[in-house]
Protein backbone atom coordinates (compact mmCIF):
# COMPACT_ATOMS: atom_id res chain seq x y z
CA UNK A 1 0.00 0.00 0.00
CA UNK A 2 1.39 4.03 -0.77
CA UNK A 3 0.39 6.68 0.99
CA UNK A 4 0.43 10.35 0.59
CA UNK A 5 0.37 12.99 2.40
CA UNK A 6 0.40 13.91 5.95
CA UNK A 7 -0.78 11.75 9.38
CA UNK A 8 0.12 10.24 12.45
CA UNK A 9 2.66 8.11 12.16
CA UNK A 10 1.37 5.51 14.85
CA UNK A 11 -2.31 5.05 13.32
CA UNK A 12 -2.45 4.59 9.78
CA UNK A 13 -5.18 2.77 7.81
CA UNK A 14 -4.09 -1.11 9.11
CA UNK A 15 -5.48 -0.15 12.26
CA UNK A 16 -9.00 -0.25 10.87
CA UNK A 17 -8.12 -2.94 8.51
CA UNK A 18 -7.98 -0.97 4.91
CA UNK A 19 -4.04 -1.96 4.37
CA UNK A 20 -5.52 -3.53 1.29
CA UNK A 21 -6.11 -0.48 -0.10
CA UNK A 22 -3.52 0.28 -3.59
CA UNK A 23 -3.00 4.04 -2.67
CA UNK A 24 -4.37 6.32 0.77
CA UNK A 25 -4.30 9.73 -0.47
CA UNK A 26 -3.91 11.85 3.53
CA UNK A 27 -5.67 15.05 3.67
CA UNK A 28 -4.77 16.53 0.68
CA UNK A 29 -5.88 20.10 0.73
CA UNK A 30 -8.82 21.75 -1.22
CA UNK A 31 -6.68 22.48 -4.52
CA UNK A 32 -5.07 19.20 -4.78
CA UNK A 33 -8.70 17.12 -3.96
CA UNK A 34 -9.69 19.24 -6.61
CA UNK A 35 -7.17 18.45 -8.91
CA UNK A 36 -7.49 14.60 -8.50
CA UNK A 37 -11.56 14.91 -8.89
CA UNK A 38 -11.31 16.32 -12.13
CA UNK A 39 -8.46 14.22 -13.48
CA UNK A 40 -10.44 11.37 -12.41
CA UNK A 41 -13.57 12.66 -13.88
CA UNK A 42 -15.26 12.77 -11.23
CA UNK A 43 -16.38 16.09 -11.27
CA UNK A 44 -16.25 18.73 -13.69
CA UNK A 45 -15.23 22.78 -12.97
CA UNK A 46 -17.95 25.36 -13.24
CA UNK A 47 -16.88 28.58 -14.91
CA UNK A 48 -16.07 30.01 -11.63
CA UNK A 49 -14.00 27.21 -10.62
CA UNK A 50 -16.26 25.74 -8.14
CA UNK A 51 -16.36 21.60 -8.09
CA UNK A 52 -19.37 20.34 -9.98
CA UNK A 53 -20.69 16.62 -9.11
CA UNK A 54 -23.56 14.79 -9.75
CA UNK A 55 -24.93 12.12 -7.06
CA UNK A 56 -26.69 9.60 -9.45
CA UNK A 57 -30.06 8.29 -8.30
CA UNK A 58 -29.28 9.44 -5.00
CA UNK A 59 -30.03 12.87 -4.66
CA UNK A 60 -30.86 13.44 -0.71
CA UNK A 61 -30.47 11.18 2.19
CA UNK A 62 -31.79 7.61 2.72
CA UNK A 63 -33.53 7.75 6.21
CA UNK A 64 -34.98 4.16 5.29
CA UNK A 65 -31.18 3.03 4.76
CA UNK A 66 -29.72 3.90 8.17
CA UNK A 67 -28.76 1.64 10.56
CA UNK A 68 -27.77 1.48 14.77
CA UNK A 69 -26.09 -1.31 15.66
CA UNK A 70 -28.38 -2.69 18.58
CA UNK A 71 -26.18 -4.10 21.24
CA UNK A 72 -25.65 -4.15 25.18
CA UNK A 73 -25.26 -0.62 25.09
CA UNK A 74 -27.10 1.21 22.68
CA UNK A 75 -30.37 -1.07 23.65
CA UNK A 76 -31.50 1.11 26.74
CA UNK A 77 -30.59 4.55 25.26
CA UNK A 78 -31.39 4.62 21.36
CA UNK A 79 -34.78 5.66 20.30
CA UNK A 80 -35.82 2.57 18.36
CA UNK A 81 -38.73 3.87 16.97
CA UNK A 82 -37.25 6.03 15.26
CA UNK A 83 -34.03 4.44 13.87
CA UNK A 84 -33.63 1.21 12.49
CA UNK A 85 -31.85 -1.75 14.42
CA UNK A 86 -28.93 -3.94 13.05
CA UNK A 87 -27.68 -7.20 14.87
CA UNK A 88 -23.96 -6.31 15.69
CA UNK A 89 -23.64 -10.11 13.36
CA UNK A 90 -24.77 -8.46 10.80
CA UNK A 91 -22.87 -5.45 10.65
CA UNK A 92 -19.71 -7.69 11.42
CA UNK A 93 -20.56 -9.28 8.04
CA UNK A 94 -20.65 -6.08 6.58
CA UNK A 95 -17.73 -4.82 8.30
CA UNK A 96 -15.98 -7.82 6.78
CA UNK A 97 -16.89 -7.15 3.46
CA UNK A 98 -16.70 -3.36 3.13
CA UNK A 99 -12.59 -4.51 4.00
CA UNK A 100 -12.50 -6.38 1.12
CA UNK A 101 -14.14 -4.23 -1.26
CA UNK A 102 -11.63 -1.89 -0.79
CA UNK A 103 -8.24 -4.18 -1.99
CA UNK A 104 -6.52 -2.66 -4.76
CA UNK A 105 -8.51 0.61 -4.25
CA UNK A 106 -7.05 4.30 -4.06
CA UNK A 107 -8.91 5.80 -1.04
CA UNK A 108 -8.97 9.75 0.28
CA UNK A 109 -8.62 9.83 4.11
CA UNK A 110 -9.64 13.28 6.06
CA UNK A 111 -8.45 13.71 9.77
CA UNK A 112 -11.11 16.19 10.95
CA UNK A 113 -13.11 17.95 14.29
CA UNK A 114 -16.26 17.58 14.78
CA UNK A 115 -17.11 20.37 17.20
CA UNK A 116 -15.33 23.76 17.94
CA UNK A 117 -15.34 23.59 21.65
CA UNK A 118 -12.25 22.08 22.91
CA UNK A 119 -13.88 20.46 25.94
CA UNK A 120 -16.66 18.63 23.25
CA UNK A 121 -15.24 17.98 19.59
CA UNK A 122 -14.72 14.92 18.39
CA UNK A 123 -11.87 13.07 16.58
CA UNK A 124 -13.18 12.15 13.16
CA UNK A 125 -11.17 10.35 10.64
CA UNK A 126 -13.17 9.97 7.36
CA UNK A 127 -12.13 7.22 4.15
CA UNK A 128 -13.88 8.27 1.03
CA UNK A 129 -13.71 6.63 -2.31
CA UNK A 130 -14.26 9.84 -4.47
CA UNK A 131 -12.17 12.94 -4.41
CA UNK A 132 -14.77 15.19 -4.45
CA UNK A 133 -16.57 13.70 -0.97
CA UNK A 134 -12.61 14.11 0.86
CA UNK A 135 -13.08 17.68 -0.57
CA UNK A 136 -16.75 17.79 0.64
CA UNK A 137 -16.13 16.89 3.96
CA UNK A 138 -13.08 18.66 4.35
CA UNK A 139 -15.15 21.60 3.77
CA UNK A 140 -18.02 21.25 6.02
CA UNK A 141 -16.05 19.61 9.40
CA UNK A 142 -13.28 21.67 11.46
CA UNK A 143 -9.68 21.62 9.99
CA UNK A 144 -7.03 21.06 12.65
CA UNK A 145 -3.91 22.73 11.74
CA UNK A 146 -1.39 21.09 9.96
CA UNK A 147 0.88 20.26 13.09
CA UNK A 148 -2.15 18.66 14.83
CA UNK A 149 -2.20 15.85 12.03
CA UNK A 150 1.29 14.09 14.18
CA UNK A 151 -0.95 13.03 17.04
CA UNK A 152 -4.29 12.87 15.34
CA UNK A 153 -6.08 9.38 16.50
CA UNK A 154 -9.36 9.07 15.72
CA UNK A 155 -12.24 8.51 18.31
CA UNK A 156 -14.75 7.75 15.04
CA UNK A 157 -13.81 6.66 11.73
CA UNK A 158 -16.44 6.97 8.96
CA UNK A 159 -15.88 4.81 5.86
CA UNK A 160 -17.69 5.86 2.60
CA UNK A 161 -18.03 3.56 -0.55
CA UNK A 162 -20.63 4.53 -3.08
CA UNK A 163 -19.83 1.56 -5.37
CA UNK A 164 -20.32 -1.20 -2.63
CA UNK A 165 -23.71 -2.68 -2.82
CA UNK A 166 -25.02 -3.97 0.45
CA UNK A 167 -26.76 -7.21 0.34
CA UNK A 168 -29.98 -7.59 2.22
CA UNK A 169 -30.37 -10.95 3.44
CA UNK A 170 -26.59 -10.92 4.02
CA UNK A 171 -26.09 -7.42 6.08
CA UNK A 172 -29.82 -7.02 7.59
CA UNK A 173 -30.67 -3.61 5.66
CA UNK A 174 -33.05 -2.93 3.24
CA UNK A 175 -31.73 -2.35 0.06
CA UNK A 176 -27.95 -2.57 -1.52
CA UNK A 177 -27.68 1.24 0.24
CA UNK A 178 -26.73 1.43 3.58
CA UNK A 179 -25.34 3.48 6.36
CA UNK A 180 -24.47 1.59 9.27
CA UNK A 181 -23.28 3.16 12.72
CA UNK A 182 -21.42 1.19 15.05
CA UNK A 183 -22.17 3.79 18.17
CA UNK A 184 -20.58 1.47 20.56
CA UNK A 185 -16.90 0.66 18.95
CA UNK A 186 -17.02 4.02 16.95
CA UNK A 187 -17.02 2.88 13.42
CA UNK A 188 -19.48 3.86 10.62
CA UNK A 189 -20.30 2.53 7.10
CA UNK A 190 -22.23 4.55 4.15
CA UNK A 191 -22.49 2.07 0.98
CA UNK A 192 -24.22 1.83 -1.95
CA UNK A 193 -25.05 6.12 -2.52
CA UNK A 194 -22.93 9.10 -3.82
CA UNK A 195 -24.52 11.69 -1.73
CA UNK A 196 -21.82 13.49 0.14
CA UNK A 197 -24.67 14.52 2.80
CA UNK A 198 -24.31 11.03 4.58
CA UNK A 199 -20.70 11.64 5.63
CA UNK A 200 -22.23 15.19 7.88
CA UNK A 201 -25.10 13.46 8.87
CA UNK A 202 -23.10 10.83 10.18
CA UNK A 203 -20.83 12.72 12.28
CA UNK A 204 -24.00 14.60 13.77
CA UNK A 205 -25.80 11.66 14.31
CA UNK A 206 -22.67 10.46 16.55
CA UNK A 207 -22.73 13.85 18.42
CA UNK A 208 -26.08 14.00 18.76
CA UNK A 209 -25.62 10.44 20.76
CA UNK A 210 -22.37 11.13 22.67
CA UNK A 211 -22.75 14.74 24.11
CA UNK A 212 -26.21 14.57 26.48
CA UNK A 213 -24.56 12.34 28.61
CA UNK A 214 -22.36 15.47 29.08
CA UNK A 215 -25.74 17.56 29.60
CA UNK A 216 -24.50 19.56 26.63
CA UNK A 217 -27.56 20.10 23.86
CA UNK A 218 -27.29 19.42 20.20
CA UNK A 219 -29.23 21.10 17.90
CA UNK A 220 -29.78 20.91 13.96
CA UNK A 221 -29.64 24.69 13.86
CA UNK A 222 -27.74 27.90 12.75
CA UNK A 223 -26.36 30.72 14.70
CA UNK A 224 -25.42 33.89 14.37
CA UNK A 225 -24.22 36.75 17.02
CA UNK A 226 -24.76 40.41 17.07
CA UNK A 227 -21.51 42.86 17.72
CA UNK A 228 -22.98 43.47 21.64
CA UNK A 229 -22.62 39.46 21.63
CA UNK A 230 -26.51 38.71 21.30
CA UNK A 231 -26.49 35.12 20.44
CA UNK A 232 -29.45 33.64 18.00
CA UNK A 233 -30.41 30.16 17.49
CA UNK A 234 -32.90 29.05 14.09
CA UNK A 235 -34.12 25.89 14.44
CA UNK A 236 -36.15 25.01 10.96
CA UNK A 237 -35.84 21.76 8.51
CA UNK A 238 -34.53 22.18 5.25
CA UNK A 239 -36.53 25.28 2.76
CA UNK A 240 -37.70 27.21 5.87
CA UNK A 241 -35.05 29.46 5.30
CA UNK A 242 -32.23 28.66 7.88
CA UNK A 243 -29.19 28.78 5.98
CA UNK A 244 -30.47 32.01 4.51
CA UNK A 245 -31.42 33.76 7.27
CA UNK A 246 -28.23 33.21 9.62
CA UNK A 247 -26.45 34.42 6.84
CA UNK A 248 -27.15 38.31 7.66
CA UNK A 249 -24.66 41.00 7.38
CA UNK A 250 -25.16 42.46 10.02
CA UNK A 251 -24.32 39.20 12.48
CA UNK A 252 -21.53 37.09 12.40
CA UNK A 253 -22.47 33.27 11.31
CA UNK A 254 -21.31 30.70 13.90
CA UNK A 255 -22.46 28.23 11.88
CA UNK A 256 -25.56 27.15 9.14
CA UNK A 257 -26.24 23.79 10.27
CA UNK A 258 -25.71 22.09 13.72
CA UNK A 259 -24.51 23.17 16.88
CA UNK A 260 -24.30 22.25 20.53
CA UNK A 261 -25.31 24.01 23.58
CA UNK A 262 -23.30 23.71 26.96
CA UNK A 263 -23.21 25.62 30.31
CA UNK A 264 -20.63 27.64 28.53
CA UNK A 265 -21.09 28.16 25.26
CA UNK A 266 -23.02 27.66 22.20
CA UNK A 267 -20.52 25.98 19.77
CA UNK A 268 -20.74 25.21 15.77
CA UNK A 269 -20.65 21.58 15.01
CA UNK A 270 -18.82 22.26 11.61
CA UNK A 271 -16.23 24.19 9.66
CA UNK A 272 -18.24 25.07 6.61
CA UNK A 273 -21.87 25.53 5.26
CA UNK A 274 -24.19 23.27 3.25
CA UNK A 275 -26.82 25.33 1.59
CA UNK A 276 -29.30 25.09 -0.88
CA UNK A 277 -28.82 26.84 -4.28
CA UNK A 278 -32.37 26.23 -6.09
CA UNK A 279 -33.07 29.78 -6.94
CA UNK A 280 -30.10 31.56 -6.13
CA UNK A 281 -29.25 34.55 -6.79
CA UNK A 282 -27.23 37.59 -5.95
CA UNK A 283 -29.65 39.41 -5.34
CA UNK A 284 -31.77 37.75 -2.77
CA UNK A 285 -28.68 35.98 -0.81
CA UNK A 286 -25.44 37.81 -1.75
CA UNK A 287 -23.22 36.08 0.86
CA UNK A 288 -24.07 32.36 -0.14
CA UNK A 289 -24.20 32.95 -3.92
CA UNK A 290 -20.40 34.13 -3.44
CA UNK A 291 -19.23 31.41 -1.77
CA UNK A 292 -20.80 29.17 -4.10
CA UNK A 293 -19.30 30.65 -7.06
CA UNK A 294 -15.54 30.28 -6.30
CA UNK A 295 -13.25 27.67 -6.95
CA UNK A 296 -13.41 25.37 -3.31
CA UNK A 297 -16.54 25.21 -3.51
CA UNK A 298 -18.24 21.93 -4.12
CA UNK A 299 -21.57 21.84 -6.19
CA UNK A 300 -23.80 19.49 -6.06
CA UNK A 301 -26.11 17.99 -8.71
CA UNK A 302 -26.00 21.84 -10.33
CA UNK A 303 -26.85 22.13 -13.57
CA UNK A 304 -23.70 23.67 -15.82
CA UNK A 305 -24.33 25.11 -19.04
CA UNK A 306 -22.52 23.00 -21.71
CA UNK A 307 -21.05 25.82 -23.67
CA UNK A 308 -20.20 28.26 -20.95
CA UNK A 309 -19.46 25.95 -17.54
CA UNK A 310 -22.02 28.54 -15.60
CA UNK A 311 -23.95 27.45 -12.78
CA UNK A 312 -28.21 27.62 -13.73
CA UNK A 313 -29.49 27.80 -10.19
CA UNK A 314 -32.96 27.65 -11.59
CA UNK A 315 -32.87 24.23 -13.37
CA UNK A 316 -33.94 21.42 -10.98
CA UNK A 317 -34.15 18.96 -13.27
CA UNK A 318 -31.89 17.01 -11.66
CA UNK A 319 -33.42 18.00 -7.88
CA UNK A 320 -35.00 20.64 -6.34
CA UNK A 321 -31.97 19.43 -3.59
CA UNK A 322 -29.07 20.92 -5.45
CA UNK A 323 -26.65 21.98 -3.02
CA UNK A 324 -23.17 24.57 -2.15
CA UNK A 325 -20.72 22.58 0.21
CA UNK A 326 -17.41 25.29 1.06
CA UNK A 327 -16.07 26.27 3.88
CA UNK A 328 -17.00 29.05 6.89
CA UNK A 329 -13.90 31.39 5.45
CA UNK A 330 -16.40 31.88 2.06
CA UNK A 331 -18.77 33.64 4.43
CA UNK A 332 -16.92 37.56 5.16
CA UNK A 333 -18.44 37.84 8.71
CA UNK A 334 -18.91 34.09 9.30
CA UNK A 335 -17.01 33.78 13.18
CA UNK A 336 -13.28 32.07 13.13
CA UNK A 337 -13.63 30.73 16.00
CA UNK A 338 -17.04 28.51 16.01
CA UNK A 339 -18.04 29.72 19.12
CA UNK A 340 -20.78 32.13 20.74
CA UNK A 341 -21.43 32.60 24.13
CA UNK A 342 -25.29 31.80 25.90
CA UNK A 343 -27.89 32.57 23.56
CA UNK A 344 -30.87 35.30 23.61
CA UNK A 345 -33.05 34.34 21.09
CA UNK A 346 -33.93 30.71 20.00
CA UNK A 347 -36.26 31.08 16.62
CA UNK A 348 -38.07 28.27 15.62
CA UNK A 349 -38.44 28.63 11.65
CA UNK A 350 -41.52 26.65 9.25
CA UNK A 351 -42.30 27.21 5.84
CA UNK A 352 -46.20 27.05 6.57
CA UNK A 353 -47.83 26.32 2.92
CA UNK A 354 -51.52 26.00 4.81
CA UNK A 355 -51.25 29.66 5.16
CA UNK A 356 -52.73 29.17 9.07
CA UNK A 357 -49.41 30.78 10.99
CA UNK A 358 -48.83 34.19 11.90
CA UNK A 359 -45.14 35.81 10.54
CA UNK A 360 -43.76 36.06 13.86
CA UNK A 361 -44.98 34.92 17.15
CA UNK A 362 -43.34 34.79 20.83
CA UNK A 363 -43.55 31.45 22.62
CA UNK A 364 -43.60 30.53 26.22
CA UNK A 365 -40.49 27.84 27.38
CA UNK A 366 -43.37 25.14 27.17
CA UNK A 367 -44.77 26.37 24.09
CA UNK A 368 -40.90 25.76 22.28
CA UNK A 369 -40.73 22.52 23.52
CA UNK A 370 -43.73 21.85 21.98
CA UNK A 371 -42.81 22.94 18.75
CA UNK A 372 -39.43 21.74 19.35
CA UNK A 373 -40.84 18.17 19.30
CA UNK A 374 -43.19 18.81 16.88
CA UNK A 375 -40.87 20.03 14.12
CA UNK A 376 -43.28 20.96 11.83
CA UNK A 377 -43.12 22.76 8.16
CA UNK A 378 -45.27 21.54 4.52
CA UNK A 379 -43.71 20.69 1.86
CA UNK A 380 -45.61 22.03 -1.34
CA UNK A 381 -46.41 20.61 -4.57
CA UNK A 382 -43.79 20.30 -7.50
CA UNK A 383 -40.88 19.70 -4.84
CA UNK A 384 -41.22 16.24 -3.95
CA UNK A 385 -42.75 13.67 -6.73
CA UNK A 386 -46.66 12.78 -6.29
CA UNK A 387 -46.75 15.91 -3.69
CA UNK A 388 -49.84 17.91 -5.07
CA UNK A 389 -50.94 19.74 -2.37
CA UNK A 390 -49.65 20.91 1.17
CA UNK A 391 -48.44 18.13 3.09
CA UNK A 392 -47.22 18.40 6.80
CA UNK A 393 -44.43 17.08 7.61
CA UNK A 394 -43.12 16.83 11.52
CA UNK A 395 -39.54 15.79 12.31
CA UNK A 396 -39.09 15.57 15.96
CA UNK A 397 -36.31 18.05 17.41
CA UNK A 398 -36.13 19.61 13.76
CA UNK A 399 -34.19 16.55 12.65
CA UNK A 400 -35.51 13.27 13.50
CA UNK A 401 -33.21 11.42 11.03
CA UNK A 402 -30.11 11.76 13.09
CA UNK A 403 -32.04 11.78 17.01
CA UNK A 404 -30.96 8.49 18.08
CA UNK A 405 -31.99 9.13 21.46
CA UNK A 406 -35.47 9.58 23.32
CA UNK A 407 -36.79 12.84 22.15
CA UNK A 408 -37.63 13.58 25.43
CA UNK A 409 -33.97 13.97 26.02
CA UNK A 410 -33.24 16.64 23.80
CA UNK A 411 -36.79 18.17 24.22
CA UNK A 412 -35.52 18.19 28.37
CA UNK A 413 -32.06 19.65 27.78
CA UNK A 414 -33.65 22.68 25.93
CA UNK A 415 -36.17 23.70 28.33
CA UNK A 416 -33.37 23.60 30.91
CA UNK A 417 -31.07 25.80 28.99
CA UNK A 418 -34.48 28.46 28.18
CA UNK A 419 -34.97 28.60 31.84
CA UNK A 420 -31.66 28.48 32.98
CA UNK A 421 -30.11 31.24 30.29
CA UNK A 422 -33.51 33.17 30.33
CA UNK A 423 -33.68 32.60 26.46
CA UNK A 424 -36.55 34.34 24.71
CA UNK A 425 -38.43 32.16 21.93
CA UNK A 426 -40.27 32.84 18.58
CA UNK A 427 -41.69 31.17 15.79
CA UNK A 428 -41.45 32.56 12.57
CA UNK A 429 -43.34 31.32 9.69
CA UNK A 430 -41.58 31.38 6.27
CA UNK A 431 -44.05 30.22 4.23
CA UNK A 432 -47.56 31.30 3.04
CA UNK A 433 -49.93 34.21 3.80
CA UNK A 434 -53.32 35.22 2.24
CA UNK A 435 -53.82 31.62 1.52
CA UNK A 436 -52.73 28.29 1.37
CA UNK A 437 -49.86 27.44 -1.52
CA UNK A 438 -51.17 28.20 -5.15
CA UNK A 439 -53.76 30.98 -3.74
CA UNK A 440 -51.82 33.02 -1.57
CA UNK A 441 -48.21 34.37 -1.48
CA UNK A 442 -45.37 32.98 0.29
CA UNK A 443 -44.03 35.46 2.91
CA UNK A 444 -41.20 37.97 1.75
CA UNK A 445 -38.08 37.75 2.66
CA UNK A 446 -37.47 41.46 3.42
CA UNK A 447 -40.40 40.99 5.56
CA UNK A 448 -39.04 38.01 7.27
CA UNK A 449 -35.96 39.97 8.10
CA UNK A 450 -37.48 43.04 8.83
CA UNK A 451 -39.72 40.61 11.62
CA UNK A 452 -36.19 39.31 12.60
CA UNK A 453 -34.13 42.31 13.32
CA UNK A 454 -37.20 43.70 15.49
CA UNK A 455 -37.58 40.52 17.57
CA UNK A 456 -33.43 40.12 17.89
CA UNK A 457 -33.18 43.91 18.34
CA UNK A 458 -35.21 44.01 21.52
CA UNK A 459 -38.39 46.40 19.70
CA UNK A 460 -40.40 43.20 20.62
CA UNK A 461 -39.50 42.97 24.15
CA UNK A 462 -42.67 45.60 25.13
CA UNK A 463 -44.85 45.35 22.00
CA UNK A 464 -48.33 44.83 22.78
CA UNK A 465 -49.47 41.14 22.02
CA UNK A 466 -52.41 40.25 20.92
CA UNK A 467 -53.38 36.29 21.35
CA UNK A 468 -53.85 34.33 18.34
CA UNK A 469 -56.88 31.93 18.91
CA UNK A 470 -56.00 28.62 17.15
CA UNK A 471 -52.54 27.72 18.44
CA UNK A 472 -52.14 30.15 21.61
CA UNK A 473 -48.98 32.44 20.01
CA UNK A 474 -48.76 35.59 21.14
CA UNK A 475 -48.34 38.00 17.93
CA UNK A 476 -47.17 41.67 17.70
CA UNK A 477 -50.10 43.85 16.96
CA UNK A 478 -47.47 46.10 15.21
CA UNK A 479 -44.32 46.24 13.91
CA UNK A 480 -42.63 49.10 12.73
CA UNK A 481 -41.22 49.56 9.20
CA UNK A 482 -43.80 47.04 7.89
CA UNK A 483 -45.98 48.67 5.01
CA UNK A 484 -49.44 46.99 6.43
CA UNK A 485 -49.46 45.13 10.12
CA UNK A 486 -52.38 43.77 8.87
CA UNK A 487 -50.17 40.83 7.45
CA UNK A 488 -49.60 40.23 11.10
CA UNK A 489 -52.66 38.32 11.69
CA UNK A 490 -53.03 35.43 9.54
CA UNK A 491 -56.90 35.33 9.16
CA UNK A 492 -57.08 39.03 8.23
CA UNK A 493 -55.27 38.26 5.39
CA UNK A 494 -57.55 35.66 3.91
CA UNK A 495 -60.68 37.13 1.65
CA UNK A 496 -62.56 33.77 2.67
CA UNK A 497 -62.14 34.04 6.48
CA UNK A 498 -64.84 30.81 6.79
CA UNK A 499 -61.90 28.87 4.88
CA UNK A 500 -59.13 30.05 6.63
CA UNK A 501 -61.28 28.47 9.69
CA UNK A 502 -61.55 25.31 8.11
CA UNK A 503 -57.31 25.13 7.10
CA UNK A 504 -56.86 26.46 10.86
CA UNK A 505 -58.89 23.39 12.37
CA UNK A 506 -57.40 20.64 9.67
CA UNK A 507 -53.72 22.04 11.03
CA UNK A 508 -54.63 21.73 14.52
CA UNK A 509 -55.88 18.51 14.16
CA UNK A 510 -52.53 17.34 12.82
CA UNK A 511 -50.33 18.97 15.32
CA UNK A 512 -52.87 17.02 17.91
CA UNK A 513 -52.36 13.71 16.12
CA UNK A 514 -48.62 14.27 15.77
CA UNK A 515 -48.06 15.56 19.49
CA UNK A 516 -49.77 12.22 20.77
CA UNK A 517 -46.62 10.32 20.76
CA UNK A 518 -45.02 12.60 22.99
CA UNK A 519 -47.85 12.92 26.03
CA UNK A 520 -46.63 10.42 28.17
CA UNK A 521 -42.73 11.32 28.02
CA UNK A 522 -43.32 15.69 28.85
CA UNK A 523 -44.98 17.10 32.32
CA UNK A 524 -48.49 18.80 32.38
CA UNK A 525 -47.14 22.38 31.55
CA UNK A 526 -46.29 21.17 28.35
CA UNK A 527 -49.26 18.96 27.74
CA UNK A 528 -51.08 22.20 28.89
CA UNK A 529 -49.07 24.21 25.66
CA UNK A 530 -49.67 21.56 23.19
CA UNK A 531 -52.72 22.13 20.78
CA UNK A 532 -55.78 20.27 21.79
CA UNK A 533 -54.22 18.30 24.91
CA UNK A 534 -54.97 20.28 27.49
CA UNK A 535 -58.32 18.75 28.50
CA UNK A 536 -55.60 15.55 28.78
CA UNK A 537 -53.08 17.71 30.91
CA UNK A 538 -56.05 18.39 33.21
Known sequence: MEEFGKRNPACGAEAIGLDKAKTVFWNLPQAELAEHAIRRAEARFSSDGAVVATTGKHTGRSPKDKFIVRDAKTEGTIWWGGNGAMEPEAFARLKED????????????????????????????VYTEMAWHSLFIR???RRPPREALDGFAPQFTIIDLPSFAADPERHGCR????????????????????????????????????????????????????DNGDVAIFFGLSGTGKTTLSADPERTLIGDDEHGWSDNAVFNFEGGC???????????????YDAAT???????????????????????????????????????????????????????????????????????????????????????????????????TFSTCFGAPFMPRLPAVYGDLLRKHINRHDVTCWLVNTGWSAGPYGVGKRMPLKLTRRLLHAALGGELDNAEMTAEPVFGLAVPKAVDGI????????????????????????????????FQQFAGDVDTEVLAAAPRLKDAAE
Not at 98 to 125: C, I, S, T
Not at 351 to 374: K, N, W, Y
Open 294 to 392: RFGCVLENVVLDDATREPDFDDGSLTENTRAAYPLDFIANASESGMGGQPNHIVMLTCDAFGVLPPIARLTPEQAMVHFLSGYTAKVAGTERGVTEPEA
Open 98 to 125: FLKHVAGMNLYAQDLWGGADPENRLNVR
Open 274 to 288: YAKTIRLSPEQEPEI
Open 175 to 226: TETVIACDLTNGLILIGGSAYAGEIKKSVFTVLNYLLPEKGVMPMHCSANEA
Open 483 to 514: EDNSVLDPRSTWSDKDAYDRQAQKLLEMFSEN
Open 139 to 141: NLL
